[in-house]
């Protein structure tokens, strides 16, 4: 089970992080990625990491400004977010992956967490 949380109001420029917890002992065996989705919009990839976190992949649209880490002693995954524009209000989810890749296809994700919104005002 997944549970992402850490959103809320923001204001533009704002530098929230959101984060993904598991219950599964086993989620140090998982990829995990974030997907976001804008009221009216289609879902969007956002940042992935592997099982181990020595690989990381970030989204076109919010690379530089975000950033994706995982702590598995604490079975957890980060998204930090910086320079937040109005453009990044979504509902947040994380998914995570078992195995050794990470991927930007919604599809390929096992499980999924609830989502946490996030609202950033101008």
């Known amino acids: 089970q997944l549970q992402a949380y850490g959103g809320g109001l923001v204001q533009s420029g704002g530098s929230p992080r959101l984060s993904c917890s598991a219950s599964?002992?086993?989620?140090?065996?998982?990829?995990v990625g974030w997907f976001r989705q804008a009221t009216g919009k289609e879902r969007e990839f956002v940042a992935a990491?592997?099982?181990?976190?020595?690989?990381?992949v970030i989204g076109d649209s919010v690379r530089v400004r975000f950033t994706i880490s995982r702590d598995n002693d604490k079975n957890t995954v980060f998204l930090q977010m910086n320079s937040l524009k109005p453009e990044d209000s979504a509902v947040y989810y994380c998914?995570?992956?078992?195995?050794?890749?990470?991927?930007?296809?919604?599809?390929?994700?096992?499980?999924w967490g609830q989502g946490t919104k996030v609202t950033v005002s101008s």
């Open positions: 998914a995570a992956k078992y195995g050794l890749g990470t991927t930007a296809t919604p599809e390929e994700y096992d499980y």
């Open positions: 599964a002992r086993t989620f140090s065996s998982y990829a």
């Open positions: 990491i592997s099982w181990n976190g020595d690989r990381t």
